[in-house]
């Protein structure tokens, strides 16, 4: 392919600088408007490439075609990736740097010299002694989740635009906004885009395949209390706060997520709001088995009903749950079209990668795409430590992303 031509790194960097975070707590959709800036630019970008039908509809949703160059009757393939960058950290003012011929010493980010990105921390780092590698100043995350995926399906069309002689069929290419807030595809129109399978470009490190993910369920609990005055409080104040506080103390370790690993499910309390009076608790229900999630949210149930009914200062106040769908483990799906995941595996070989096959412990569009009808599996970009401010990618990784996908396209 001639990878020393590849422009993707620099892609990267100017990607990163537009400010794409999402908002949880939005009401619209996309959450953010200025996730729309991205959007644009890749609108225009696509455009100049002779992209000619590239399109940004009302919500934030960039589409278009790359048109076959043979007339073989083939399946129309989609590669996806996301504007947003996670609500967990900064996404403003992002300040990336290239460090070339990495020398294998730990990073301090200048802007925050606390931050120190090492080999110790991240052992994958070592790979990439004596080659390039981005990483942010020390004060936001990078952004390469999924910036890296959208440089790198843009770098493919452009190659694929300037090669016209590579053969291959039909191919889409989908941005989305809102993945990181679990609204990915809430919006979006699977028959206007008119793929028949696709791949999200989401992936870690080089040669992961990804096709299994976590299935999932929110859970709120909702703790009402007996509000009084504090002066006259004795004997009847049952504060929400302190049971919502004693709720999560008797949580299982071993439920969590910085005690679990591989297919290990778990159930993570992220968010906490109330007073007094009442008080809620919003949990992520995890499991690889989908018919897990509602023994875990049974057990959380138990465990706080068992904390109100054994503590005599809690004696009044009540509990209720409520449970919510978000997304499926998409191997359920994957598995009944085995094509998609042979075809994927043959390009990682054929460029001279040997594949590791790994479920994803959290979810992509592609869980939700997979349910609508368009399986989706996830390839690498090198994204590491993401949702920090240690994020970072080897830019020999994004490149051998694309020489996937350019092999890919010509075998479907």
């Known amino acids: 392919m001639g990878l020393q031509s590849l422009e993707v790194a620099d892609r990267l960097v100017r990607y990163v600088q537009v400010d794409t975070q999402s908002d949880p707590y939005s009401n619209s959709f996309p959450s953010t408007e200025k996730q729309?800036?991205?959007?644009?630019?890749?609108?225009?970008?696509?455009?100049?490439?002779?992209?000619?039908?590239?399109?940004?509809?009302?919500?934030?949703y960039v589409m278009?075609?790359?048109?076959?160059?043979?007339?073989?009757?083939?399946?129309?393939?989609?590669?996806?990736?996301h504007v947003d960058t996670a609500p967990d950290c900064s996404g403003t003012l992002?300040?990336?740097?290239?460090?070339?011929?990495?020398?294998?010493?730990?990073?301090?980010?200048?802007?925050?010299?606390?931050?120190?990105?090492?080999?110790?921390?991240?052992?994958?780092?070592?790979?990439?002694?004596?080659?390039?590698?981005?990483?942010?100043?020390?004060?936001t995350l990078l952004g390469a989740d999924d910036k890296a995926g959208v440089a790198i399906i843009m770098e493919m069309a452009s190659y694929l635009m300037k090669n016209t002689s590579i053969e291959h069929g039909t191919i889409k290419i989908l941005f989305t906004p809102d993945e990181e807030v679990g609204r990915g595809t809430e919006y979006l129109d699977l028959q206007k885009l008119g793929a028949d399978f696709g791949y999200t470009l989401d992936g870690g490190e080089l040669a992961s395949f990804e096709m299994e993910t976590f299935s999932a369920d929110s859970?709120?609990?909702?703790?009402?209390?007996?509000?009084?005055?504090?002066?006259?409080?004795?004997?009847?104040?049952?504060?929400?706060?302190?049971?919502?506080?004693?709720?999560?103390?008797?949580?299982?370790k071993q439920l969590s997520p910085e005690h679990t690993e591989g297919r290990e499910g778990f159930v993570h309390p992220n968010h906490i709001s109330g007073g007094a009076e009442s008080a809620t608790i919003e949990f992520l229900v995890r499991d690889f088995d989908t018919a897990q999630l509602k023994v875990h949210a049974e057990r959380i149930?138990?465990?706080?009903?068992?904390?109100?009914?054994?503590?005599?200062?809690?004696?009044?106040?009540?509990?209720?749950?409520?449970?919510?769908?978000?997304?499926?483990?998409?191997?359920?799906?994957?598995?009944?079209?085995?094509?998609?995941v042979e075809k994927a595996l043959t390009a990682y070989k054929l460029v001279g990668l040997t594949p590791i096959v790994t479920p994803i412990r959290g979810g992509t569009d592609?869980?939700?795409?997979?349910?609508?009808?368009?399986?989706?599996?996830?390839?690498f970009t090198g994204m590491q430590a993401i949702h920090s401010k240690h994020e970072w990618i080897g830019v020999e990784d994004m490149e051998r992303s694309v020489e996937v996908l350019v092999t890919l396209v010509g075998i479907i």
Not at 48 to 53: K, R
Not at 225 to 251: D, E, F, T, Y
Not at 319 to 325: C, G, I, N, Q, Y
């Open 36 to 60: 729309k800036n991205l959007s644009k630019i890749l609108v225009d970008e696509l455009l100049q490439m002779g992209i000619t039908d590239a399109t940004m509809d009302a919500h934030g």
């Open 64 to 81: 278009a075609t790359i048109p076959a160059t043979h007339q073989r009757k083939v399946p129309v393939v989609c590669f996806c990736a």
């Open 94 to 139: 992002v300040k990336p740097l290239l460090h070339k011929n990495y020398n294998g010493a730990p990073i301090i980010l200048p802007d925050d010299k606390t931050q120190v990105i090492s080999t110790d921390a991240y052992p994958y780092l070592k790979k990439f002694i004596g080659k390039s590698i981005i990483t942010a100043s020390g004060k």
């Open 219 to 252: 859970l709120v609990l909702t703790i009402q209390g007996v509000i009084a005055h504090p002066g006259a409080a004795k004997g009847v104040l049952q504060n929400a706060i302190k049971i919502a506080g004693a709720i999560v103390a008797a949580l299982p």
């Open 301 to 340: 149930y138990a465990i706080a009903q068992e904390v109100i009914a054994s503590n005599a200062d809690f004696s009044k106040a009540t509990v209720t749950m409520e449970l919510k769908e978000q997304y499926r483990n998409m191997r359920e799906i994957i598995d009944l079209h085995p094509t998609i």
């Open 366 to 379: 592609g869980s939700r795409m997979s349910f609508m009808g368009l399986p989706t599996p996830n390839i």
